[in-house]
């Protein structure tokens, strides 16, 4: 393990534990940059630029470089960023276990041991995106489902179950358990992750970064995670310890105020602010959202901001570590040990609790007062378009006749009163007969 700029330190890990550390204030100590003076977001990838550095993957000019990061004009220089961790959803991870396999099968071809083709950090690939919905409106509807997911699918799941047995850091989340951002965020991750190093004689903690094969991976920024979507060629890489190389980006804070009103809930806010962003045109920068009022919003509200920062076109939507972050995985679940790791390790950092007005040096900085959004829908076509209720009748009658090069439908003398019925498919087998898979009639489809 290096240890270039001489920062590795000790901290209280929590359950009398002792853990180690590569200190951002040590490194600001030695004068090269003022590092306090940082977005959280960019302090969490210097962390993993400073421990990465090797000479070689990652060099001292990287980090000297991003520890210097200005506000007003980043240095035009690529970031070398190794995760702790990759998320991977089934569409894009099921070839990429069929590369770990093809690679194994050509070592074994050369006379050599299989086993070192080895991911070098955590991957994990949830079931989601392929799953087909072919029965629904029955209780029995999420058990059959999965019996048709499993039989369709059969070879799939066998090999899937042959890479989390060969795989030592290879893990499998199978369908029907939820969405891969939700099991992100609610169960894989850990806010700090852990390592044993062969030189040292306890765990060495760092925070839990990633990237995943889904543009809404940023959902975890919710967490104050830092990861964003990236393409399957970049996900292999780091999955064999490469660096996910990037430019060193803008960082635009958002301050938010007040509170959101009753009523309005965290859809209505993510709309506004999709809106505000769009008009300020944030592509490849990073949001990190900051003050009193993203402190008052609970992880879940927060969450949903960070999905939908493909919709505003940011690389993320940042919310940095406090309290509430750590509440939050106590509700859902961890270790006591793992939340006080979490929790004092950033105060070991001092990233710990949400920024105010004038901690941090952002790029721009943009004021957005909760109190002022106000229930809205998305659309009618895209997310920007947002609607206020109260204006969502008047404006879908105007938008129902107008050109459809004018964002409209281009609908003329349509009697809204009008009523169609509409028949449903995929119906439950009925008086508890058993359903087949060879039988289209029990499966509520006609045959032919």
């Known amino acids: 393990m290096h240890d270039e700029f001489k920062t590795l330190r000790k901290f209280d890990a929590g359950k009398e534990r002792e853990g180690f550390l590569f200190s951002l204030p040590a490194l600001e100590e030695q004068g090269i940059g003022k590092i306090s003076r940082l977005p959280v977001s960019i302090r969490i990838v210097l962390e993993s630029v400073l421990r990465s550095c090797d000479g070689k993957k990652v060099r001292r000019k990287d980090v000297e470089t991003l520890a210097k990061w200005n506000a007003k004009a980043p240095a035009n220089a690529e970031i070398p960023f190794v995760v702790a961790r990759i998320v991977l959803q089934d569409f894009t991870g099921v070839p990429l276990i069929v590369d770990l396999a093809a690679m194994r099968s050509a070592v074994a071809r050369l006379g050599r041991d299989p086993k070192i083709i080895e991911p070098l950090v955590p991957v994990d690939l949830v079931v989601d ?136 809930t965290a859809t209505d806010l993510v709309l506004h602010i999709t809106q505000l962003l769009r008009a300020q045109k944030v592509v490849g920068k990073f949001i990190e959202f900051y003050g009193e009022g993203a402190a008052s919003l609970p992880v879940p509200d927060r969450a949903t901001i960070g999905n939908m920062s493909p919709e505003y076109g940011a690389t993320m939507g940042f919310f940095p570590i406090d309290q509430e972050s750590v509440d939050y995985l106590r509700a859902t679940g961890r270790s006591e040990a793992q939340c006080l790791a979490f929790e004092n390790y950033f105060r070991a950092q001092k990233m710990f609790g949400m920024p105010l007005r004038g901690e941090i040096d952002y790029s721009v900085d943009f004021d957005l007062d909760l109190a002022d959004v106000q229930p809205s829908v998305a659309g009618p076509k895209r997310p920007q378009d947002r609607i206020n209720l109260p204006e969502l009748g008047k404006t879908f009658r105007e938008l129902l006749e107008k050109p459809v090069r004018d964002g409209g439908y281009g609908k003329e003398h349509v009697d809204l009163r009008e009523r169609h019925l509409v028949e449903l498919n995929g119906s439950a087998p009925r008086n508890g007969a058993m359903f087949s898979t060879d039988n289209k009639e029990d499966q509520g489809i006609s045959a032919g």
Do not use: C
């Open 129 to 264: 995106h392929s799953v087909q919905v072919d029965f629904f409106g029955s209780p029995r509807a999420l058990e059959l489902n999965l019996d048709m997911e499993f039989k369709r699918n059969r070879e799939r799941y066998q090999f899937l179950k042959w890479g989390q047995q060969a795989f030592k850091t290879f893990q499998l989340i199978p369908p029907g358990i939820g969405i891969v951002h939700q099991v992100n965020l609610e169960y894989l991750a850990k806010g700090v992750l852990s390592s044993q190093p062969s030189t040292l004689n306890s765990q060495l903690f760092f925070p839990d970064t990633l990237v995943g094969t889904d543009s809404h991976t940023t959902m975890i920024n919710g967490l104050g995670v830092v990861g964003w979507g990236v393409g399957g060629i970049e996900a292999e890489a780091g999955m064999l310890g490469q660096p996910v190389y990037f430019l060193t980006p803008e960082v635009v804070g958002v301050h938010m105020s007040s509170q959101l009103r009753e009523g309005v």
